[in-house]
């Protein structure tokens, strides 16, 4: 804090000369206009350098200052920023607003505890209790960027009603290279039930001290019990832990995971593998998201369906006219242990999310997948080519927050539509899906 004290005593002895008050000419109040025009338009960068060379002429202007202050901010200029502040704080001491922006700053420069005294000057002052609530939750935020260790995650308990739990297909007789085949045994009809499932998510992370670096680990467990077909009875085991940098408006992830299907009272699956993700901030309203993931996959019952799979998938997020907008692609190639179940895919997706009145949010969404196996299956001709339409709809409310932690509970509602195509019968089937669920979160 030597430097900062050294600052302000030089901006003291010199406040006759930025404070005197001088009138500033038409040209050099356009400048500042002009920057400021610039801040309010997202263009912080040029705003900043617009205002720093008008601070030139007008070093006294209270206003200058302050948008000046909070470009620095925006461009990470914090030092800068804080002296802008300073500058302001000499002429009008009481000013709540400057005060709080300087704790911003400090907070962002690790300087917590000048950071809550500034707040702490401010909630003196009985400001107004949206400002009170503001600051109490930014006290809240510095006590955590002091933590460790974080955890949160979900439990969720559903319900679902399946019109075609076997993915049977539209028509009971196949043609094949042997003759057409009537098609028997409990999936080849359609079939509903109702399944009641069980969702646990936990998430850690430990930060590093001194560090914006992460180390995180997910977890997840998955519960499916059926009404009446218990062969399909489900639990899923994922776990995937590893390092997380943190690069300004860019985040890399790299995880280790492994995964284990059980189905009915058999081991189904088991797979290990690695990803890596990177998401980027351009501004709130326009995010992105890549991903590339590795697997190889175990069949303990199906040896034939050992495999490996490399994927990878993108999305943008952007807000526009209230609405947030997901598009997002997919790209998958699994190399099997026999080529008639290797297979590469594609696919993309499209949601709409909108807050509606009494705090409802819904979504809307669509998906496409494509995928063509390698070579023919034994019984047939064809190379198989199948084509995947999803629509869905989901309804969520909170009905239920403990205002003093993050804890709070949403129900949910969901439901799916899909139509399966294929050049081969056996694959072409429809089914709707009918989900409600308690969340809690946590």
Request: hydrophobic share 40%; glycine share 6%; net charge negative.
């Amino acid at each position: 804090m030597k430097k900062y004290l050294t600052i302000l005593v030089f901006f003291v002895l010199f406040t006759d000369i930025f404070l005197a008050g001088a009138a500033f000419s038409s040209t050099e109040q356009e400048e500042i206009s002009q920057g400021i025009e610039l801040f309010h338009s997202g263009l912080f960068s040029e705003s900043y350098q617009v205002l720093i060379k008008a601070f030139e002429h007008s070093p006294g202007s209270l206003e200058l200052n302050f948008y000046l202050g909070r470009a620095a901010f925006e461009t990470q200029n914090y030092e800068m920023a804080i002296m802008a502040f300073e500058r302001i704080l000499i002429a009008s001491p009481s000013e709540s607003r400057v005060k709080l922006e300087m704790a911003r700053t400090f907070q962002k420069l690790g300087a917590n505890d000048i950071a809550r005294q500034y707040c702490h000057e401010v909630l003196m002052t009985h400001p107004p209790e949206a400002v009170k609530e503001n600051i109490k939750k930014f006290l809240i935020y510095m006590d955590k960027t002091e933590q460790n260790h974080f955890l949160s995650g979900s439990l969720a308990l559903g319900v679902d009603w399946n019109n075609n739990i076997w993915s049977s297909p539209s028509t009971g007789n196949i043609k094949t290279i042997i003759g057409d085949i009537s098609l028997t045994g409990p999936s080849s009809k359609k079939t509903q039930d109702w399944v009641y499932n069980t969702i646990l998510s936990a998430d850690h992370t430990y930060r590093f001290s001194y560090s914006k670096n992460l180390w995180k680990t997910q977890m997840n467990l998955y519960k499916a019990v059926y009404d009446e077909t218990k062969a399909l009875d489900l639990r899923y085991f994922g776990l995937a832990t590893g390092p997380e940098i943190l690069l300004d408006k860019n985040r890399l992830g790299f995880r280790g995971l492994i995964n284990q299907i059980e189905l009915g009272d058999d081991q189904y699956m088991d797979s290990i593998g690695l990803k890596a993700s990177w998401d980027h901030i351009f501004n709130p309203g326009l995010l992105s998201h890549a991903l590339f993931k590795y697997e190889a996959k175990n069949y303990p019952d199906l040896p034939d369906k050992d495999a490996e799979n490399f994927s990878i998938s993108g999305d943008m997020v952007f807000l526009k006219n209230g609405i947030w907008f997901d598009l997002g692609l997919i790209a998958e190639k699994e190399n099997a242990f026999k080529d008639d179940v290797t297979y590469t895919r594609y696919g993309s997706t499209l949601s709409m999310m909108k807050k509606l009145p009494f705090e409802i949010n819904t979504a809307l969404k669509y998906e496409y997948q494509f995928t063509k196996y390698k070579s023919p299956n034994a019984l047939f001709t064809q190379t198989r080519e199948d084509k995947l339409h999803l629509i869905g709809c989901t309804l969520n409310k909170k009905i239920w927050q403990f205002k003093k932690t993050n804890q709070y509970m949403t129900l949910n509602l969901n439901y799916q539509h899909r139509w399966a195509f294929s050049n081969i019968e056996l694959y072409e089937y429809t089914m709707d899906l009918v989900q409600l669920s308690l969340i809690y979160n946590f």
